[in-house]
Nanobody
Framework: QVQLVESGGGLVQAGVSLRLSCAAS????????MHWFRQAPGKEREFVAA????????YYADSVKGRFTISRDNAKNTVLLQKNSLRPEDTAVYYC????????????????WGKGTLVTVSS
């Protein structure tokens, strides 16, 4: 059973940067496609970014493209989400998720989820 643990959330002001980290418990992490999702208050959970097992391809939601960067370190079983130029609308609980599928598409089911970390961006 793969366990995912997010960290790095907090209360920040608009315009600053924040980096989220997701640590996986198993070595199979290196073969999984890793995703970040977020769920804002009163809204449905939405896709934010994904990175394939090798780190060679990344995917982003239009709302974060150019501001967020996803990366992974397979040696450390960790995936990062660097968030720059934060906006109040980025306020959400951010979830790390994993799937063995090499494909990335909207609505894709995830096999493992973390419990989330809250990011609050004040204006």
């Amino acid at each position: 059973q793969v366990q995912l643990v997010e960290s790095g959330g907090g209360l920040v002001q608009a315009g600053v940067s924040l980096r989220l980290s997701c640590a996986a418990s198993e070595r199979i992490f290196s073969s999984y496609t890793m995703h970040w999702f977020r769920q804002a208050p009163g809204k449905e959970r939405e896709f934010v970014a994904a990175v394939v097992w090798s780190g060679s391809r990344t995917y982003y939601a239009d709302s974060v493209k150019g501001r967020f960067t996803i990366s992974r370190d397979n040696a450390k079983n960790t995936v990062l989400l660097q968030k720059n130029s934060l906006r109040p609308e980025d306020t959400a609980v951010y979830y790390c998720a994993a799937t063995a599928s090499r494909a990335v598409y909207i609505g894709q089911p995830m096999e493992y989820w973390g419990k989330g970390t809250l990011v609050t961006v004040s204006s």
